[in-house]
């Protein structure tokens, strides 16, 4: 076994070395991310007791591949406004580790977040005009087929997971590549934001996105990930404000999909609604570990945090149950980070808010800053009810876009000659 296991290190290594090499680094870029996004559930069922290991070698390799390809360049971009206090953030993280002492899994933490770091600023850095970037969203998009193929077929073979809820109701929900149906949920959510900006940027050849809108609809219903569920709702009309010509489409697909899969609306509705308190992810039962965490964790360490990754142990020690994710990032910062990790976290979403508003005359001339806005009508309410702030195939999809939409911002606005505030 641990042959294998160098032998799946080597193979990495190598598979890294000749994608950075041999391919141009733009299409490197979204092959390695299809490489994560699709390994990432067959190595925790394959190999469980080395998955953890060989995930977190991605970041190394990414990180180490990254300088390499930069110091070949000569000249990289690093001090962009809209992630400065990202910086700031992993510093803190880097603090509360020392504080806390070494630990394997907080060390691996700040790796994660290093990565989804260096995941935005490589295509900031190699994209340099319109045709990059809209390569670059058509190849994010055409990545995303595979793991939209893979829970397509989980859907039909009923091979994704079965579910009995609390009362004996059973159905099965679909996850893919992925470790969990809410990431799955998360990372189709980055792909529906994909295709409502292509939808308006791409007009002469939008038919292709406007068939896979609702397919990727209907892929999250079927993930029964709730948070997602609502967060799709809050994007498309935010999207609907800025543009008329798609309102009667998303009307149509509001009153066919809820007709067409409302059994399987109903059930993940009534797994949340009709829990009886104390059951687990009860709201009654959530509401009482962050209670918990706040009464109890955070008052020990309130400037620097517990450490990086040590939320789900602080779970079993305060609230009394066994080791399990917070299902809040907010809270999982404050406790694993303190006020000073909170606050750079805090600072980096009110930030990039108050840019969109400083350009909010631009929007209708820039589907790209609609873009960006729509991703963090994504992110600031799915991070209050989920645990995707570690996943690197859910969390840096998120920041890969994020890379994508800020410098495509940049060259629209320069090319109408329209200053970019920041």
Not at 140 to 154: D, E, H, K, T
Request: overall charge positive.
């Amino acid at each position: 076994m641990i042959d294998l296991f160098i032998y799946i290190i080597l193979a990495f290594f190598f598979c890294f070395m000749a994608i950075f090499y041999l391919v141009k680094p733009l299409e490197a870029v979204f092959i390695i991310f299809l490489l994560r996004i699709t390994s990432e559930n067959f190595l925790i069922k394959i190999y469980p007791q080395y998955s953890t290991i060989l995930l977190g070698l991605f970041s190394l390799f990414i990180i180490y591949f990254t300088i390499i390809f930069f110091l070949q360049r000569g000249k990289f971009e690093c001090n962009i406004f809209q992630i400065n206090f990202l910086y700031i953030f992993i510093f803190v993280n880097l603090l509360s580790f020392v504080q806390h002492g070494f630990d394997l899994n907080g060390l691996g933490i700040i790796f994660k977040y290093i990565t989804m770091l260096i995941i935005f600023i490589i295509p900031f850095n190699i994209i340099k005009s319109y045709e990059d970037v809209v390569k670059s969203l058509n190849y994010f998009a055409y990545i995303s087929l595979v793991p939209l193929s893979v829970g397509i077929y989980q859907f039909v073979t009923s091979t994704g997971s079965h579910y009995t809820n609390y009362w004996g109701q059973s159905f099965h929900y679909i996850y893919s590549t992925f470790a969990h149906k809410n990431n799955y949920g998360f990372f189709l959510s980055v792909f529906f934001i994909i295709l409502l900006i292509l939808i308006q940027e791409r007009k002469d050849k939008n038919k292709f996105y406007l068939i896979l809108l609702p397919v990727v609809i209907i892929s999250i219903l079927l993930t029964f990930s709730k948070s997602t569920w609502i967060v799709i709702i809050f994007i498309s009309f935010v999207y609907c404000l800025f543009y008329k010509n798609i309102r009667y489409f998303f009307l149509l697909l509001g009153i066919l999909v809820p007709l067409i899969f409302s059994s399987q609306i109903v059930n993940g509705l009534a797994d949340i609604l009709y829990k009886e308190n104390a059951q687990r992810n009860s709201i009654d039962f959530r509401t009482n570990i962050n209670i918990n965490l706040l009464k109890y964790a955070f008052p020990e360490k309130p400037l620097l945090g517990h450490g990086p990754g040590s939320a789900d142990g602080l779970i079993e020690r305060y609230a009394f149950y066994k080791k399990i994710p917070p299902h809040n990032d907010y809270l999982r910062i404050l406790v694993e980070n303190g006020i000073f990790g909170f606050l750079s976290f805090f600072i980096f979403l009110s930030s990039n808010l108050f840019i969109f508003y400083k350009n909010k005359y631009s929007f209708r001339d820039n589907n790209f800053l609609v873009g960006n806005l729509l991703l963090f009508v994504l992110l600031i309410p799915v991070l209050l009810t989920s645990n995707i702030i570690h996943g690197v195939s859910t969390f840096g999809s998120w920041f890969l876009l994020f890379g994508i939409f800020t410098r495509a911002i940049i060259i629209r606005q320069s090319s109408y000659k329209i200053t970019y505030e920041v």
